[in-house]
């Protein structure tokens, strides 16, 4: 078994050092948890952890299963087998409790036209039995801290689509919940409404909230995320920090040396070449002055290699390590995912 | 081929509700025929059993267009503005006309397939011989076929402007009411007279499909009291209808080419932002003032309810008073009327009026009302934000039954005074008017469960709003085809039977109204309703509980 798919079945990590703003705290837990539909398995196994004012990405292509966890989280779906606790309450057998702690924001409005947004959100607040007093002046808050207190005497059937996400958001924040899922709260929204979403999601984490968030665009939850799941086919792939998954999905670091003369390039890329592993791939590039190596070797030997292209005379003015962005790791995962998969699919197919 | 008609009505015609829905008719209609198929060596020469059956038949195929066919073009456009597929539709390469007709085309095709499996049964009845050009099968199928476009273009307009499905339903059912109703009115009481005004009220009553329906089966008209008609509604409906048809298909064009996606709705100012004059001035002429911030929902109040009310366009306290006047205001007009000019027609003549206008609004309201309760929220995803927050099912079902029950009550208040009246000519007969008044709160508390179970079973509101006009008037009316048919061909325990089933016809005949008062109704009407009506509050409470867990 693959230390990718060791990882995948314990799942756990520990919040630990790889948690930006979090603390060890565990809020939301998931244990082995499945859901079949008939035949089709949506989840198979999924295990992972969020703490205290964590942010976790959860990402994954097109109807890998993260609707279906989240589905399972906040009580409107029951799974095959597992189990899953927020804030220590089962989702399952407390489904009501399990609403007051958490405020999930779908990836669809749900309007009712013919009301002001200070109307739905107080129809929300009287759902959720804030008392009339303390409700007003919650709306309000939610109001400003979504960074909409315009809002609230327009119709909601004519808010545009980013208002209504602002809108979305408020009504998630209501109740002053312990954990706040939110599928692709930045989707429809323009630059500046999508640094201020960021922003906003990075206070409400300072204060102590718990964020699940999924999202299409990587970057911008790379930029946001203390940790990252990466779910294909219903399988956890990998979890942890960005540089975590990177070393989890692919052992290799990419390195970059910046030479001083394009006309050193060859020279340097034969020197790497000598102390990359067989068939390591090295790619010159002499229009960027600059050779990209790919290698799993230590830092220790890196060092070596450095001090052995100084001692060659060649003129490197930057010798570093290329960061892995999400849009690599998730691709790499979902390769994995796709190879795991059409493996499986063959030894069916043989038995 | 347009491709709206080839998706929408070749989709539609696939599916197994349309072949059940064409099995079921054709079967009917077939045992209708049957049941006056001469068995003996004698034929009915002049024709009287076969009109019999053609116009249980045809009242049945009216009812049928009137309450079933709106349901499907309401929702058309709307739905397609709510899921934004309109916006793909006006994007592409088709102009409004061809998206307006590929719709057009989508609703009367099915319309039409269902009238066409008719057809056998109806040319039997002609078979049967002896019909008159007056009953022809052709013409009663033309009257039809101008009804089903006539509501459908208002259907279509009504959904190109509304932005909500349960919305475009009421409107469209409202509209319903006012063209199939309201013509009548004016030639009802001015029948007789002459002069312009009688000639008006006469060309105004052809807007309705009734009266030609009504002289197409060889029937005098709604009310005619005795007096010949003219003979001439038919053409004047068909052209009537062809004209309104036009009027509305052209408004719809013409709002399909402006931009129907702008939802862009001014907040105004709110009162409590104006000055201090500005709000005694509103104060004055507003009782409740719509552009006030409304008040928190105070949490001994169901929630659900109160958003119910605050969603739909009459729930809000300022309508809700404006309705109550009028109500008032024609509740007045019908007292002046009454006691003015019409004493004559006695007090049972008059409680059956106001009792069939009860029934009328009833019918034509509740299941439009109750339709979308569940249904529009899972068709509009707010279902799954009500599983989110912590109200039970019951607190929900509670709150939007209650929505439900609180207009309706309003509309049976309304009315009351029309009693009272009643009490004035002759107080005897106001006591014997409860049993009628309790048939009618059956009726009601029946049409609203009906129609609330139908929204529970279906996702799509247009679907829940024709199973629950199914329901509802197949209960309530059905068994008046078969009072149509007393004593022959139907015998008077069989009539007593079906009419037994009907909580409208139990109140008439609790009032003793012309042709129900030889049937003894009560109280088995109210066991049936009541039974009935309690498995179906079971049923909505098990399938809305169903609906609230965990998938």
Known sequence: MSKLSEYSKTGHKSGGDDVGTGTDELVVDIRELSKKYGKFTALDRLSLSVGKGQILGFIGPNGAGKTTTIKILVGLARPTSGTATVGGIDCVAAPRQLKRLIGYMPDTFGSYDGMRVGEYLDFFGAAFRIPRRTRAKRIDEVLELARCPKFKDLFVESLSHGMRQKVALARTMLHDPLVLILDEPANGLDPPARIEMRQLLLDLAARGKTLIVTSHILPELARICDRVAIITRGRLRAIGTLDEIARQLNPQRTMEVLLTEEGAVDRAAEVIRRHVEAGGEVTPSPTESAVRFRTAKSDDAIAGLLGELVSAGLGVIQFREVQTDLEEAFMTAARVGDAEAAADAAKAGLT | ?551
């Open chain 2, 1 to 551: 081929m347009n491709p709206i008609i080839r998706r929408e009505l070749l989709d539609l015609l696939r599916t197994r509700t349309a072949t059940a829905a064409m099995i079921a008719l054709a079967v009917v209609c077939s045992l209708l025929v049957l049941v006056r198929w001469p068995t003996g060596g004698v034929s009915d020469l002049n024709g009287a059993r076969s009109l019999q059956v053609l116009r249980v038949f045809g009242y049945g195929l009216l009812a049928g267009v009137l309450f079933l066919v709106p349901a499907f073009p309401a929702t058309s456009i709307v739905w397609e503005k709510v899921n934004g597929t309109l916006a793909l539709l006006l994007n592409s390469p088709m102009s409004p006309w061809s998206i307006y007709i590929g719709k057009l085309g989508g609703v009367l095709g099915f319309a039409v397939v269902l009238l066409a499996v008719t057809t056998p049964a109806a040319a039997a009845c002609h078979a049967l011989g002896g019909m008159s050009a007056k009953g022809g099968v052709v013409l009663l199928y033309a009257v039809l076929a101008a009804a089903t476009i006539q509501l459908t273009t208002l259907g279509l307009l009504v959904s190109s402007r509304e932005n909500s499905s349960d919305a475009a339903l009421r409107t469209t059912y409202a509209l319903v009411l006012a063209v199939v109703v309201l013509p009548l009115a004016p030639y009802w009481f001015l029948q007789g007279g002459s002069g312009p005004e009688v000639d008006l009220a006469s060309l105004v009553r052809c807007l309705s499909p009734v009266p030609a329906v009504m002289e197409t089966l060889g029937n005098t008209g709604v009310g005619d009291r005795g007096l010949g008609t003219e003979g001439d509604v038919v053409p004047r409906y068909l052209g009537l209808s062809l004209l309104t048809s036009i009027g509305c298909a052209l408004m719809t064009v013409s709002g399909l080419g402006r931009n129907p996606l702008d939802r862009s709705r001014p907040a105004g100012v709110m009162t409590q932002d104006r000055s201090l004059s500005g709000r005694a001035a509103r104060r004055i002429f507003f009782l409740v003032d719509p552009q006030r911030r409304s008040g928190s929902i105070n949490l001994l109040f169901n929630p659900v309810l109160v958003k119910e009310l605050r969603t739909r366009r009459f729930g809000r306290s300022h309508w809700v008073l404006r309705l109550i006047a009028l109500c008032a205001i024609l509740s007045l007009g019908l007292s002046y009327i009454a006691v003015s000019g019409a004493l004559a027609w006695g007090s049972q003549s008059v409680g059956g009026v106001i009792i069939l206008l009860q029934t009328f609004l009833l019918i034509l309201f509740v299941p439009s009302l109750a339709s979308g309760l569940i249904s529009a929220e899972r068709e509009g995803g707010t279902w799954r934000l009500l599983r989110m927050t912590p109200l039970s099912a019951g607190a929900i079902l509670r709150g939007k039954l209650l929505s439900v029950a609180w207009p309706v009550l309003l509309l049976m208040c309304g009315t009351l005074p029309g009693y009272m009246v009643m009490a004035m000519v002759e107080p005897d007969q106001f006591v014997r008017m409860q049993r009628p008044l309790v048939c009618l709160g059956v009726t009601a508390i029946f049409a609203v469960l009906a129609s609330a179970v139908a929204s529970s079973l279906f996702r799509s509101t247009a679907a829940a709003t024709a199973a629950a006009y199914l329901i509802v008037v197949g209960v309530c009316l059905a068994p008046f085809l078969i009072w149509l048919g007393k004593d022959s061909p139907f015998g008077h325990p069989t009539v007593e039977a079906a009419l037994a089933c009907s909580p409208i016809a139990a109140a008439l005949g609790a009032a003793d109204f012309q042709g129900f008062d030889g049937y003894d109704l009560l109280p088995l009407n109210w066991w049936i309703t009541g039974g009935v009506s309690i498995f179906l509050l079971f049923v909505l409470a098990l399938r809305t509980r169903q609906l609230c867990r965990p998938e």
